[in-house]
Each structure stands twice: as structure tokens, then as C-alpha cells.
């Protein structure tokens, strides 16, 4: 049987939900919508930090990368999921699969860094105010943007490049909306024993590290916040760490149990729910948690709509 890997032969087939062909329309209008309002909402977000001066603080400056990278994480997956969702079976080229699964570990991987940076950053600002402008600097702030899309990048390199050198033979039909590491790796007709160990080391240090040092921050600064003497102050800023640790848990908690186990025992329909938690929703919610519901951020829009229509009216 041919096994070689030739991306002007290969060509593979996305199932998504074609065993419920009933759910597909209404599927591809709730993702439409979801898509849309997370382009929306993070270019919002890009924008208003961009154009306001006043928000050019480590703090926002954290949240205007994130809204870069779940712009373009949800770039890379929802419009080929949509097309899933058109057809009853769609194909993908072998290149345009490993390019999709590339920029899923790259965005996916940058975030999971910056989101421990934001937690950093948080710490600091909370349990060191008088030192955070020293502890958090330019080029301190600089350094962890600069690690977090860095460690992206290599993740994204060595793990697709890995998949992609085993050779797949057989079925060519990946039970799934997109072309994520633990489906494909499942068409593979070679030993992949080495390569498991190295996505569960890779999952621990890139996922749950990062997840644990949230946890502690957070910690801390619960404790800070229970030393606060304005009850008001007390309520805002644990309704704060609640809905961050919201979408924290719902991107580390199903990412960690997508990656851990590449060929788990998970049903294809649940593996793909859980893709679908941290692929749509993640995106989704980041910028009603981290920045909507900013008062800071409220007046800045507030503020460049005021002007841009007195200079429509102008």
C-alpha cells in the first residue's frame, strides 16, 4: 500500500458532523455568529488600545496581543469549519492541512504563554502596586510578548513538522471539523509511541505550567483582595478574577484534555466538542471578560465614538 507522503496526491477529507446531517445548518449559523462577534469584538479591542494613548500600559498593551492572536487563532479554523458544514464531506489538501494545524499550535501555544503574562501582570499590579512601574517595565513587558509568540512559533515548527513526517496510509477521512494534531495522528500507519510521549511533556509544560502559575497568582491576589477594606473594592475585583479564571479553566482544562492524549479513548463527537470549547468560545468571551467590562476600556470607546461622530457631523 502507497504511503509516501506527496501533497500533489494526498488530499484528505473532513467529516465534521456529517453524522448528524440534521444539526448542520443550524450549527453553521451559531458559528457564524460566534465568528463574526469575535472578529468584531477583538478588532474592537485592537483598535480602541491602538488609537487611545492613555491605555499604552502593560496591562492593555497584554490585552491588544491577545486580541491579535484570538483573531487570528479563529481565522484559522472557522472559515474551513464552516465550509465542513456546507458540504456532507470536504477536502483539504495535505499542505493547506498542515498549514491549518500550524497556526492552531502557534496562536494556541502564544496564548497559553501570554495568558500567564497577563496573570503576572495582574500580581503585580495588585500585591506590588508601589513597585509594579519598576517590576513591570518596558522591557520586561517586552521580553514576555516577545517568549510568548517565540515559544508559539517553535512549538507550532516541531510538533506539526513531527506529525507530518509520519507517513499516512489507509483511510484518509479525519473525524473532525478541522485538522488538529490528535485526528490526524490517528490516520497515521506508523509507531507514534515516541511522538505521544513528547505531545504529553510538551502539553504539561506548555499548558498546564502556565495554567498552575495563573492558579498561584490568583491565589494571591484573592488573599490580597480579602485585605481590602472597601467592601465594593472586594466585590469587583473577585467578580474580576472569577471571570478570568472562567476562560482560563475553559481553554486550559479542554485544551489539556485534547493534547494530553492524542489517542484517547474519547468518542470523535466528544473529542471535537471539546476542540470546539477552547477553538470558538475562548475567543469569544476573552473580550467581554478582559475587556468590555472595563470601565477604562468602556470610556475609551465611548470616547473615539464621540469623536468620530463630531467629525461626521463636522
Known amino acids: 500500500m502507497k504511503s509516501q507522503n506527496d501533497s500533489s496526491v494526498f488530499e484528505f ?4 458532523f456529517s453524522n448528524f446531517p440534521e444539526l448542520q445548518g ?9 465568528y463574526l462577534v469575535t472578529l468584531v469584538g477583538n478588532t474592537l479591542i485592537f483598535t480602541v488600545i491602538f488609537l487611545d494613548q492613555s491605555l499604552h500600559t502593560p496591562m492593555y498593551l497584554f490585552l491588544q496581543n491577545l486580541s491579535v492572536v484570538e483573531v487570528s487563532f479563529s481565522a484559522a479554523i472557522t472559515p474551513k469549519m464552516l465550509m465542513v458544514l456546507t458540504v456532507e464531506k470536504t477536502t483539504i489538501s495535505f499542505r493547506c492541512c498542515f498549514a491549518q494545524m500550524y497556526f492552531i499550535l502557534l496562536f494556541g501555544g502564544t496564548e497559553c504563554f501570554l495568558l500567564g503574562a497577563m496573570a503576572y501582570d495582574r500580581f503585580t499590579a495588585i500585591c506590588h502596586p508601589l513597585s509594579y512601574s519598576v517590576i513591570m517595565n518596558k522591557r520586561v513587558f517586552v521580553k514576555l510578548v516577545m517568549f510568548s509568540w517565540v515559544s508559539g512559533i517553535m512549538v507550532a515548527t516541531v510538533q506539526t ?15 473532525h471539523l478541522f485538522c488538529e494534531t490528535p485526528p490526524v495522528l490517528e490516520l497515521a ?5 515516541l511522538f505521544e510521549i513528547y505531545a504529553f511533556t510538551g502539553t504539561v509544560l506548555i499548558v498546564m ?7 498561584l497568582s490568583y491565589i494571591r491576589i484573592l488573599f490580597a483582595i480579602l485585605k481590602m477594606s472597601s467592601t465594593t473594592g472586594r466585590q469587583k475585583a473577585f467578580s474580576t ?5 472562567t476562560s482560563v479553566t475553559l481553554f486550559y482544562g479542554t485544551a489539556s484534555m485534547t493534547y494530553l492524549q492524542p489517542k484517547s479513548r474519547y468518542s470523535p463527537a466528544t473529542k471535537t466538542l471539546m476542540s470546539l470549547a477552547y477553538t470558538l468560545l475562548t475567543p469569544l468571551l476573552n473580550p467581554l471578560i478582559y475587556s468590555l467590562r472595563n470601565n477604562e476600556m468602556k470610556r475609551a470607546i465611548v470616547k473615539l465614538w464621540g469623536k468620530k461622530v463630531a467629525l461626521h457631523m463636522a
Open 209 to 215: 505550567v502556565p495554567f498552575l502559575l495563573i492558579l
Open 161 to 175: 513538522t513531527w506529525v507530518f513526517s509520519f507517513p499516512f496510509c489507509g483511510s484518509k477521512e479525519i473525524n
Open 241 to 245: 478574577c472569577a471571570s478570568h479564571l
Open 13 to 16: 477529507t473532513l467529516l465534521g
Open 189 to 193: 500507519c506508523a509507531d507514534t509511541f
Open 26 to 34: 443550524q450549527l453553521f449559523g451559531a458559528f457564524l455568529v460566534i
